[in-house]
């Protein structure tokens, strides 16, 4: 999109976005770092590329066309030939009521795409304006299904082999690289990671077998089987991603480590590249960081009422830990950069020591482990304490050197953030007790864990609400003790009777009343902190579909009630999953001073949890069905990743 300077700057004076003192002052910022007033106002989150866009077409009378996720026809894409839409940057991605084509542009004051455009289509066809990268995004909708442009790719030119045992002596790694640069290789390469990319996955998985080679992507969390290959291909397709890279291509012996850069669909896409030898050869796996993605905010990644405010009152005192904990691929990396990035500040110096480094934040200094050159976490956190740092982020608390390094620069002034892999909150206390951390230091340092997984999110097009069958319904009435819940919601209405009879006036009982009213089912849970938390943005719906055959009044009905959640459809926005995006399950145990007291008496982990259910503790298992009464997850979802 194109923006002339003074037309850029009418819109964001009228929309308030800045003041016009603002403005001169973000001219002369860049002018003086040489970057482009729009790319600037983007970087510095002023206003987001969408957010300009809408309020451009609102200035020129041109309607905003969203194509985020739009799915476009075949024979509706193909009115603008590939070659062409890539050229002037446009698509065809629908069409109106009287028959026009919907034309989406970025730059829809361009004079010479319009005169094609009604060169092609006479009158019929309306223009609309949309973003770059959504464009992009419709734009790989050209692309055939994936297996076949594989295929095509693979039958277009001769199958080519690198078997090692066919390589001569005068064979020389410049002569391969040659070779595997060649189609059809580069390009069935390309398309893997292309349709990694288009499918939202993680990880990509490139394996051998005796016969084929297996390519899966984790989607979602969930490995799916995407599609085989000729084995003969096998030795190419590995020399290409390493030197794509940057691994010997002569080395098969032994794993290796690399990392590719590349821009796709618009985002600037990282993959993390790991080689394994395994029986049939050597295994890839590639895991995929989308650079360009902003760091979520704690609410978005799933936290909510009192575990969100232990962690953001903790995150604000002036030195202590906080860890987050879980298994591998539980999210606790994504955890940490949130967290940086909620209390990153030009007047803050925060440093990392990670293995690897995923994602780049600005105003961070990031630093990579190398065990082969000795940069292991405690030798980098050591060197970091030389660093005048304000905040300091561990990737992993592993040893007992770290653990002592962790605990020295907390209670020497520093925020310090770390993870360790333990399967509970609790259990991170008595395993740095393991890692012989004298208790008091422990109670002293350590300000909140967090304990997490990762759930798939219910796909909002095609979930379905249901109703728990009898035998369903009572074990989770059981699991989570609801029965306790009905008793205190009837004791609520019988203390409300009670102040009525008692003749209060109606400025008591509305009080009363008024305070009733705004709790939710999980604000009353949280009171009888052994049940369940409550998250205090429900709405009183959620109550209702809880209780909904609940009657106080009548004790036929007493204790019965009727439970609703949601269930996994699948359509084809989600590919039929009924799944679509994950969020986080979460626990988190404020080390107060009655927790402390418990850790220096060297107090069991069901003690330790015992006492912080009576400061609200809520474990992940009861958090889950929390999201599952919102609709965000299914029971089902929840109890695959906690139960153990």
Known sequence: MQVVQSKLKDILLKNNVLSNAKFEDLIEEAKDSKIGLLPLLISKKIITEKELTKLYAEEIGIPFADLSDVQ??????????????????????????????????????????????????????????????????????????????????????????????????????????????????????????????????????????????????RIDGILRDTMTLPKQIMSSVVTRIKILSNLRIDEHRVPQDGRIKLKMAGKNISLRVSTLPVMDGEKIVMRILDESTRAASLEELGFRGLALE?????????????????????????????????????????????????????GVNQTQVNPAIGMTFASGLRALLRQDPDVIMVGEIRDKETAEMAVHASLTGHVVLSTLHTNSAPGSLPRLEDMEVEPFLIASTVNTVIGQRLVRQLCPKCKEKITLDDQLTAKIIANFNLRKELTLLESKEKEAKKIKSLGLDKKDEGELTKELGKKTILELLQENPAILNRISDFDREVRHNIFEEYDVTEKKTKGKFKMNLYKPVGCAKCEQTGYKGRVGIYEVIEVNDEIGSLIVKKASEDDLVAQARKDGFINMHQDGLAKALEGITSIEEVMRVTQE
Do not use: C, W
Request: cysteine-free; hydrophobic content about 35%; aromatic content about 6%.
């Open 310 to 362: 232990v962690v953001k009152r903790n995150l604000d005192r002036p030195h202590g830990m906080t860890l987050v904990t879980g298994p591998t691929g539980s999210g606790k990396s994504t955890t940490l950069y949130s967290l940086l990035t909620l209390i990153n500040d030009i007047g803050v110096n925060i440093s990392t020591v990670e293995d690897p480094v995923e994602y780049r934040i600005p």
């Open 72 to 217: 476009v026809p075949k024979e509706t894409l193909r009115k603008i030939p590939e070659k062409i839409a890539r050229k002037y940057n446009m698509v065809v991605f629908g069409k109106e009521e009287d028959g026009k084509l919907k034309v989406a542009m970025s730059d829809p004051e361009d004079i010479q795409t319009i005169q094609f455009i009604k060169k092609e289509f006479g009158k019929k066809f309306k223009i609309f304006i949309a973003t770059k990268p959504e464009i992009d995004l419709v734009l790989d909708q050209y692309k055939d299904e994936f297996s076949e442009e594989i295929s095509k790719a693979i039958a277009e030119n001769r199958e080519i082999s690198i078997e090692e045992e066919e390589l001569s002596e005068a064979d020389t790694v410049d002569s391969v690289r040659e070779i595997v640069q060649e189609a059809p290789i580069a390009r069935a390469v390309n398309i893997i990671l292309e349709y990694a990319v288009k499918s939202r996955a993680s990880d990509i998985h490139i394996e051998p077998r005796e016969t084929f080679i297996q390519v899966r992507y």
